[in-house]
C-alpha cells in the first residue's frame, strides 16, 4: 500500500465536506429566486449560504486536528498531508465567517467547485476510460450523497438557529 | 452570477449529479455469490459393523489390524512454546492388557491379538475399543533422544531385543466406557479410560473423551479395507512427567487400519 492509497482517502475526505454545496447553493437560490415564494426571508435564506459553507470548513478543520492529535508537530503535519494544497484550499472556507467576505455568495461556489470537480473528473473519465474500475464513481456518489446530506444539515442548522435568534430579538 | 444564471447552473449541477447517481448504482462490479450447495449437515451411516472374531486368516467376516499400516503418533509443543515435537509408537496394539497380562513376552512382534474391539457404524452403543502403547517404543527419529532422555522422562526403561515389555511402568492403556454418534458430524465421541503410570508410584487411570472417525469399509482386489482414527489429548503433568521440553498437553491421534484378509 503506497501513499497513493492514502492520498485518495484524502480526496475523498474533501469531497464528503465540499462536493455537495454547488447543489445546495444552486437549489437555494433557485428556489428563493422563484418570484412565487418570494418574501421577507428570501434575501435572507440566500445570505447564510456562505456561513452553512463556513461551518463545513470549520468542521472539516475540527477533523483534521482531531487526527492529528495530540502531535501538532510541522514534522507529522507534513507526514500526514498529502495534498497540502487542497487542505489548504478547503481551510480558506474558514473564511466565510468574516461578514465582508460572506456578502460575496458566489465566491463560496466557486471555492467549492474545486472539489466538485474531482467527481466530475472521475465521470468523465468512465466515460472516456472502457475499462475504468465502476467502484470509484461508486465511492464518489456515495461521498456526495453524504456530502450533499452534510452541507444541507448544516445550512438547515444556520437557517434554525437565525430564526431563533430573530425570535429572542423580537421578543 | 452573471455568466451563469442560477436556472442553468442548478439544471448543470443536476444532470451532472444524477448522471453520477445512474452510473454508480450499477451491479456490474458486484460479486454474485453462488447459491449455498446446502443448508444443514448431511449425516449419514450406514450400516457396517466390523468384528475381529479371532482373526482367522483367510475368513473374510473377521477383521484383522493391519499393523503395518498403522500408526499411534503423538505431537506437543517444544518447552510448551515453540513448534512441534512429534513421535510415533513402534509398538501398539488392540487388546485390553488386564494385570495378568502386564508382563514381558518373549517376542520380536506383537504377543497379544488384537482382538478387543468392536465396531458398528450405527449402533455405537454394541461398539468397543481397548488398546495400548508400549511407552519405551517412542520413535522421534532420533535415537539419542528415544534411548536417552525420553526413556528417563517418561519412567520407563530401555527396549531389551527379543522381549515385548507389557510392564505397568512401560504400558499406556485406554479402555472404552461409551462410544456415542458426535450429532454435528460422521464421527463419534468415545469416552475412554486411559490408564498409565508415567513417573507416579502406582497406574493412573483418567476418564478422556476422544473423537473417533470411521472411514468406511472399501473393497481392494479381493478383500475389503476400513480405518478407525482416534484423536484424543491427555495432560501429562498428572502423569508426573514433569520435563521443561515438552508441554503439559500432548495430542495423541491412532490410525488403525484394518482388513479382512
Redesign the interface.
Known amino acids: 500500500m503506497d501513499s497513493s492509497f492514502f492520498a485518495y482517502l484524502q480526496q475523498l475526505e474533501l469531497m464528503a465536506f465540499f462536493s455537495g454545496y454547488?447543489?445546495v447553493y444552486?437549489?437555494t437560490?433557485?428556489f428563493a429566486?422563484n418570484q412565487k415564494v418570494k418574501n421577507n426571508f428570501k434575501k435572507r435564506i440566500v445570505s447564510l449560504l456562505p456561513f452553512g459553507y463556513a461551518l463545513v470548513g470549520t468542521l472539516y478543520a475540527g477533523l483534521q486536528l482531531k487526527k492529528l492529535y495530540p502531535d501538532y508537530s510541522f514534522e507529522n503535519i507534513k507526514l500526514s498531508t498529502q495534498h497540502p494544497w487542497l487542505i489548504f484550499w478547503a481551510l480558506l472556507s474558514i473564511l466565510f465567517w468574516i461578514p465582508a467576505l460572506a456578502k460575496q455568495k458566489?465566491f463560496s461556489?466557486i471555492h467549492s467547485l474545486v472539489f466538485?470537480l474531482f467527481?466530475?473528473r472521475d465521470?468523465f473519465l468512465?466515460l472516456s476510460i472502457s475499462n475504468m474500475?465502476?467502484?470509484i464513481?461508486?465511492n464518489?456518489?456515495?461521498v456526495?450523497t453524504n456530502s450533499l446530506l452534510l452541507n444541507f444539515g448544516a445550512f438547515t442548522i444556520l437557517v434554525l438557529l437565525s430564526f431563533l435568534f430573530t425570535l429572542y430579538k423580537k421578543v | 452570477m452573471k455568466l451563469l444564471s442560477n436556472k442553468t447552473l442548478m439544471i448543470l449541477l443536476v444532470l451532472i449529479s444524477g448522471y453520477g447517481y445512474i452510473a454508480g448504482c450499477t451491479h456490474k462490479g458486484d460479486l454474485l455469490l453462488p447459491v449455498p450447495t446446502s443448508t444443514g449437515i448431511i449425516i449419514t451411516r450406514g450400516v457396517n459393523f466390523h468384528l475381529p472374531g479371532n482373526m482367522t486368516a483367510g475368513d473374510s467376516s473377521q477383521w484383522k489390524l493391519d499393523k503395518a499400516h498403522s500408526s499411534v503418533l503423538w505431537s506437543t509443543n517444544y518447552v510448551g512454546a515453540a513448534g512441534l515435537l512429534t513421535g510415533r509408537f513402534n509398538q501398539f496394539g488392540i487388546h485390553e492388557v488386564i494385570s495378568a497380562k502386564m508382563i514381558y513376552y518373549a517376542a520380536t512382534g506383537q504377543a497379544l491379538k488384537d482382538t478387543s474391539w468392536a465396531f458398528y457404524e450405527n449402533d455405537p452403543s454394541k461398539s468397543y475399543l481397548n488398546g495400548y502403547v508400549q511407552i519405551n517404543t517412542s520413535n522421534t527419529g532420533e535415537p539419542g533422544r528415544d534411548t536417552g532422555c525420553n526413556i528417563g522422562t517418561l519412567g520407563t526403561i530401555k527396549v531389551i531385543p527379543g522381549t515385548q515389555n507389557l510392564s505397568d511402568s512401560n504400558l499406556a492403556k485406554i479402555k472404552s466406557t461409551k462410544i456415542e454418534f458426535d450429532p454435528l458430524s460422521n464421527d463419534y465421541f468415545v469416552t475412554f479410560n486411559l490408564t498409565w503410570k508415567g513417573k507416579l508410584t502406582a497406574p493412573l487411570t483418567k476418564s478422556i473423551v476422544g473423537r473417533l472417525k470411521y472411514i468406511p469399509k472399501a473393497y481392494v482386489s479381493n478383500y475389503a479395507v476400513f480405518g478407525l482414527q482416534l484423536k484424543f489429548q491427555l495432560n501429562c503433568r498428572d502423569f508426573g512427567i514433569a520435563s521443561t521440553s515438552v508441554s503439559d498437553k500432548i495430542d495423541i491421534e491412532c490410525n488403525m487400519n484394518f482388513n479382512n484378509k
Open positions: 454547488p447543489l444552486a437549489l437560490v433557485f429566486g458566489v461556489l466538485f467527481l466530475v465521470l468512465q474500475n465502476e467502484s464513481v461508486k464518489d456518489m456515495n456526495y
